[in-house]
C-alpha cells in the first residue's frame, strides 16, 4: 500500500528566509509524486509534480522539490518565502499500479511566514 | 483554472437528515473523487468514480453514497446524516489516462451537522 509521511505539522519561517517542507512516501513501484497548496478557504493547488526523468522539478510561485530515491523522499523547498506563502502544504503519491489514479496524501505541512 | 464547482458552498443541517452535495466539472475528466478534510487528519477518500455508473470506495466511505449519471457531474449522499460527518468536503477531478494523475480541486463546501 502506498503511503505519505509529511514529519512536520507546523513550521514557522521569516520573509526571506529559506523553506524546507520533508515528504516521505512508501510505494512499490516508480511513484508519481505532487506537492499541493492550499490557501484558507480554499480548495488544493498543484504546486508541481514529478513522474521521471531529471529529479529536481521546478513548480509554480518559485517552488522546487527533489526526488531522492535512495531516501524515499520529495522535499519542497523556496529559496526566499513570501508572506503570501503562508498556507497548508501537502504531499501525494500515485503511480501506475494505483486504481483509477487515486492519490495518497500526506497530513499536512501548515506554514506560518513571520514579518 | 479547472472548471469544478460544488454546491452548496455551505450547508447547516440537523441529524437525521439526508443531505446530497454536488460537484460539476467543464473539463470532462473521466475520474472524480470525493475527500473530506478533518483536522489532524489531510485528506481522506470517500468515494471516487472512473465513468459514468462506475464507482467504488474510499477509506471512509460508510454513511455516504455516490452517484454519476453524466461525466460532468459527481454526487455524494449523506442519507441521514451525523454530527461525526461536520467536514469540509471537496471534490477533485483527474484525467488519468494520460498517465498524468494530478487532481484539480473544487473549492469544497463546508457541511455542519447539528
Known amino acids: 500500500a502506498q503511503s505519505v509521511t509529511q514529519p512536520d505539522i507546523h513550521i514557522t519561517v521569516s520573509e526571506g528566509a529559506s523553506l524546507e517542507l520533508r515528504c516521505n512516501y512508501s510505494?512499490?513501484?516508480?511513484?508519481?509524486l505532487f506537492w499541493y497548496v492550499q490557501s484558507p478557504g480554499q480548495g488544493l493547488q498543484l504546486l508541481l509534480k514529478?513522474?521521471?526523468?531529471?529529479?529536481l522539478v521546478q513548480g509554480i510561485k518559485g517552488f522546487e522539490a527533489e526526488f531522492k530515491r535512495s531516501q524515499s523522499s520529495f522535499n519542497l523547498r523556496k529559496p526566499s518565502v513570501h508572506w503570501s506563502d503562508a498556507a497548508e502544504y501537502f504531499c501525494?503519491?500515485?503511480?501506475?499500479?494505483?486504481?483509477?489514479?487515486?492519490?495518497?496524501f500526506g497530513d499536512g505541512t501548515t506554514l506560518t511566514v513571520k514579518p | 483554472d479547472a472548471g469544478i464547482t460544488q454546491s452548496p458552498r455551505h450547508k447547516v443541517t440537523e441529524t437525521g437528515t439526508p443531505v446530497t452535495l454536488r460537484c460539476h466539472q467543464t473539463e470532462n475528466h473521466r475520474y472524480m473523487y470525493w475527500y473530506r478534510q478533518d483536522p489532524g487528519h489531510g485528506l481522506r477518500l470517500i468515494h471516487y468514480?472512473?465513468?459514468?455508473?462506475?464507482?467504488d470506495k474510499g477509506e471512509v466511505s460508510d454513511g455516504y453514497s455516490v452517484s454519476r449519471s453524466k461525466t460532468e457531474d459527481f454526487l455524494l449522499t449523506l442519507e441521514s446524516a451525523t454530527s461525526s460527518q461536520t467536514s469540509v468536503y471537496f471534490c477533485a477531478i483527474s484525467e488519468s489516462d494520460s498517465g498524468s494523475y494530478e487532481q484539480y480541486f473544487g473549492p469544497g463546501t463546508r457541511l455542519t451537522v447539528t
Open positions: 501525494a503519491v500515485a503511480g501506475l499500479n494505483t486504481n483509477a489514479g487515486k492519490s495518497t
Open positions: 468514480s472512473y465513468g459514468v455508473k462506475d464507482t
Open positions: 514529478y513522474f521521471s526523468g531529471d529529479t
Open positions: 510505494y512499490g513501484a516508480t511513484p508519481y
